[in-house]
């Protein structure tokens, strides 16, 4: 497993957000990488227009002009991934490209390339994946589809919390420590531990702080 966020983005070559570092993860982006030469962009979990978890491995120039010119908000393939549920080639795309992003990816080596879009509108996954040589096969995109939905699947967030988690968690986020939090609850401190340790094990967390983070990402709280 990778010891931080640095060190996984340092050997993949691109930045990571959200806990990337999840059982079940890593495996999926390894393969995604063996699959993709010219590399991926994983989009796991998109809600509100932001995904929990983003991994990228383009061209560094790529990523650096695309992400000056926000073209997040304005890319065709995005927007083909929001708009339903599938697969398909880039070059089969026939959505409005005014700012040419497809025509600049292909100055960097990103010439070749498929999309694929998977869960509910409400968490949708999006990933695309890129060559420089020929077009994606049928077997290759099917293979892609696999990963993206064992990704999907590895990246879910809880869905809730217990009443009694939440209130210790709003506690430490108004800024109350642990004796005062657990004096207003009426329980014992080691009790109120008790409640922020069954949150880091619900979440997936290794300190309270991360759960408080992933519980206010995954708008638990």
Request: hydrophobic letters at 40%; a positive charge; proline letters at 5%.
């Amino acid at each position: 497993m990778w010891r931080d966020n640095e060190t996984y983005e340092t050997l993949h070559k691109g930045p990571v957000s959200g806990d990337a570092r999840r059982p079940g993860l890593e495996a999926g982006f390894d393969a995604l990488a063996r699959v993709a030469p010219k590399g991926f962009s994983a989009g796991l979990h998109i809600r509100f227009a932001s995904p929990m978890i983003y991994m990228r491995t383009y061209d560094e120039a790529w990523t650096k002009i695309y992400d000056e010119n926000a073209y997040a908000l304005r890319d065709p393939l995005v927007f083909w991934g929001l708009g339903g549920k599938g697969s398909t080639r880039w070059s089969a795309i026939r959505l409005p490209d005014p700012f040419n992003i497809l025509g600049q990816a292909r100055e960097h080596g990103l010439i070749y390339g498929a999309v694929v879009s998977y869960g509910p509108i409400t968490s949708r996954t999006i990933v695309g994946i890129a060559r420089d040589d020929r077009e994606f096969t049928d077997e290759e995109i099917a293979d892609t589809v696999k990963i993206v939905q064992d990704l999907h699947i590895a990246a879910a967030p809880p869905t809730e919390l217990t009443r009694a988690q939440k209130e210790a968690l709003r506690l430490l986020a108004d800024g109350d420590r642990h004796t005062a939090a657990a004096a207003k609850l009426g329980i014992s401190e080691s009790a109120f531990k008790a409640r922020l340790q069954s949150v880091r094990v619900r979440l997936g967390a290794r300190t309270t702080a991360q759960a408080l983070k992933k519980a206010r990402e995954y708008q638990l709280l």
